[in-house]
């Protein structure tokens, strides 16, 4: 199918054209006519998908006819988890309506000044893409009505609702016209989010993607084992010379540890960033800036953060502390392997999280490849149960053999050194690593070994 087929809106189809797709989405092929026609949609897709213009193309189509209503409040209402999710939204907003005339796009987030937004809504608007929180903020201040409300989109639905956001929606939907037409995108259907997605749409056409188009599919995962706190950061910094990156997300599970990690890997002399709630949007935005002109190479990110980025260049996502939820694994490795790019994830575990890993293997139904950098073995043996004469990695070349590795039973593998820490690869000289020099592994051939469970 071409974008032609889709009934969309000549001037959003020459946009789009000139972004330089040449085929819908499999996402876009299902939901556009559904949408054009004024269905009520829910949709599963996953993150990369293609989800973004799906429901913006068709929304925008009908920004192309004045509105019937009176008023000077938005026509199209996105709601986003985060503010770098609403950014992206705006900005996909701005690319397919660039051959409208005067389309006006607004963004209002949390953590970003009020001043420049209530000068935007002093003026008639076309688009808001929002926040639920900030959105409720102008509510209340009687600053935003929706007397001219067609649309109303949730983008990641699941996410707000993870995120607690559940009051302020249903708060908001409450204030828009019955009229409107309801978009819900969401990586699940199930649970809470299928019961919420009930309450506000209208005989809605339900639209899962096939699993072929999740990010996934291109990206391969792998899993390296650390012993310390040291190995680890060893690993991290081998991981970061391969020749093959472009650029990295690099998680971690905390905004200090995110920070500490910049600045190692600043001292290590590789161009670092973090990313995280606790700075000023304008800090944010720069640092996105930042990764999306390729000056930043890594950017280290907490979960919430980093939802939504969308940089073509991010061939890595390194999960420097392994996610505490199997959701979040999807979505951090969906920052790599964007628009039908390959991409690599890497997770970093200690030998105490592997039941984190067999949580996001049952999640994602995949397996994680287990690898080890030649001269950077773990030294911990994998598992505690079994005979002692067994081999829990199987025949696999990678692993039989290997001294570090083979014999004895596995004994205090699991155990931590006790001056380790979150982030212990900082202010701690017994810890930190080994200058670059010495741990360099450039474009380093990992062995696969197999799974230890
Ligand atoms: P999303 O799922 O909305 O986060 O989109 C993921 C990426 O796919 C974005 O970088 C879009 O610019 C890109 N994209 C969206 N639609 C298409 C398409 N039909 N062909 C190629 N790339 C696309």
């Given at each position: 199918m071409n974008f032609s087929e889709l009934g969309l809106n000549p001037l959003i189809l020459k946009a789009v054209e000139t972004s330089g797709y040449t085929e819908p989405t499999a996402v876009q092929e299902q939901a556009v006519p559904a949408a054009l026609a004024g269905k009520d949609l829910l949709v599963s897709a996953q993150t990369g998908s293609g989800k973004t213009a799906a429901f913006m193309m068709p929304s925008l189509c009908r920004l192309v006819e004045p509105s019937t209503v009176k008023g000077s409040g938005p026509r199209i209402l996105v709601l986003t988890p985060t503010r770098e999710l609403a950014m992206q939204v705006e900005k996909a907003a701005a690319t397919y309506g660039r051959?409208?005339?005067?389309l006006r796009t607004v963004s209002l987030v949390g953590g970003a000044p009020y001043g420049p937004q209530l000068k935007q809504l002093s003026q008639p608007v076309d688009v808001v893409v929002a926040t639920p929180g900030r959105l409720m903020d102008h509510m209340e201040r009687g600053k935003?009505?929706?007397?001219?409300?067609e649309v109303l989109i949730l983008d990641e639905a699941d996410r707000m609702l993870d995120m607690g956001f559940v009051d302020d929606i249903k708060a908001i939907v409450a204030k828009t016209p019955a009229t409107r037409q309801t978009l819900l995108f969401s990586a699940t259907l199930d649970g809470v989010v299928g019961k919420l997605a009930r309450e506000l749409t209208r005989d809605a056409l339900r639209i899962e993607v096939a699993?072929?188009?999740?990010?996934e599919a291109q990206i391969e995962q792998k899993l390296h084992f650390f012993d310390d706190p040291s190995h680890k950061m060893r690993l991290l910094d081998a991981l970061a010379r391969d020749t093959n990156l472009n650029q990295a997300v690099v998680f971690t599970a905390t905004k200090a540890g995110a920070e500490e990690l910049s600045e190692e890997l600043r001292d290590r002399g590789f161009l670092a960033e973090a990313l995280h709630g606790d700075m000023p949007q304008h800090k944010r935005t720069r640092t996105l800036d930042r990764v999306r002109t390729g000056r930043t190479q890594f950017l280290i990110a907490t979960d919430v953060a980093a939802?939504?980025?969308?940089?073509?260049?991010?061939s890595h996502v390194i999960n420097f502390d392994p996610p505490r939820q199997a959701e979040d694994y999807v979505h951090r490795i969906g920052r790599t392997g964007r628009a039908g790019r390959s991409g690599i994830a890497v997770t970093l575990v200690g030998f105490k999280e592997r039941h984190l890993v067999r949580n996001i293997e049952r999640y994602t139904g995949q397996s994680i490849a287990v690898e080890i950098i030649p001269g950077l073995e773990?030294?911990?043996?994998?598992?505690?149960?079994?005979?002692?004469?067994?081999?829990?990695?199987?025949?696999?070349?990678?692993?039989?053999?290997?001294s570090s590795f083979g014999g004895g039973g596995w004994k205090g593998g699991e155990r931590a050194p006790s001056s380790a820490k979150p982030g212990g690869y900082k202010g701690n000289s017994e810890n930190k690593p080994r200058p670059a020099a010495a741990t360099a592994q450039p474009a380093h051939k990992p062995k696969r070994a197999e799974r230890f469970w």
């Open positions: 051959e409208m005339r005067k935003i009505d929706f007397d001219r409300l699993r072929k188009e999740d990010p939802r939504g980025i969308d940089v073509a260049g991010i773990p030294t911990s043996k994998p598992r505690p149960e079994g005979p002692r004469t067994s081999k829990p990695w199987g025949d696999k070349p990678g692993y039989k053999g290997k």
